[in-house]
């Protein structure tokens, strides 16, 4: 009896090398289009000078949550630049937009199935949850055999660790709709995807968008496990500050990393409740001008 063991883990390395046998093609497809996006966000965010970057920035914040966000914005960014930590924190700000986008075009469809069809989340849920808690390093393996070292790997393991609440929030955004409001629209003759895009989706949106800032900080928590396979930036300072027990790395690295969380999950915040000084000056504008029509 003690020698009886499952064969779990070759079953699993069995399975791997039949993948990357018959689908090899399809995932060195897979890993060029998402080096070549990352690549591409990477050229945009490191290529101008770090005051245009902080620019935007400055005024993304102010569009949303106002000045003191936009100062506290710029002193922020302006730290990391003193640090000289600004290259490596674009890097990884582009690897986090790049997962997060990925992440959320898939959890977001995912998500209103889930709301639409009981079977459908009967399925996905179990497995979100195998996903969630699965340590995320555990991806890093076959991510590595499938993708070879470098940010592509990163990039599968952070979409894998960040897609779940996605999906959860959303089902639970479009669940939480007054039926009576779905069934005024069916009584109004609406199809179901019109009840969708124009009833369903726009009362979901708070508890939609609080997903998309979740999906948004885990894949930014996924940054130095990304280093470690070759994904560079913040992540990898911090690894090497491990590496040769450089306590000044260290913190440097890992504050530029608190700094684009806290500008990212603000900025994100303020999107879902959508009172955004800017949105209310559009809404004055709108409010003014049908004023002067209806004069």
Known sequence: ?????????????????????TFGFLFDVIRAVFDGAFEAVDFLLVSPPFWVIIVIAA??????????FAVGSIVGLLLIVGVDQWENAMDTLALVLVAS?????ISVPLGILAAKSSAASSIIRPVLDFMQTMPAFVYLIPALILFRVGVVPGIVATIIFALAPGVRLTELGIRGVDKEVVEAGQAFGASP??????????LAMPTIMAGINQVIMLSLSMVVIAGMVGAGGLGAQ???SLNRIDVALGFEAGLAVVILAIFLDRLTAALGTGDTPLGRLLGARKRARQQVLAA
Do not use: H
């Open 238 to 240: 911090v690894v090497a």
């Open 59 to 68: 005024a993304l914040a102010y569009s949303t949550r106002g000045w003191k």
């Open 193 to 202: 995807w019109r009840i969708l895009r124009q009833i369903q989706l726009p």
């Open 1 to 21: 009896m003690n020698d009886f063991r499952i064969p779990l883990g070759t079953w699993a390395d069995g399975f791997i090398d039949y993948i990357t046998d």
């Open 101 to 105: 986008l990925l992440a959320i075009v």
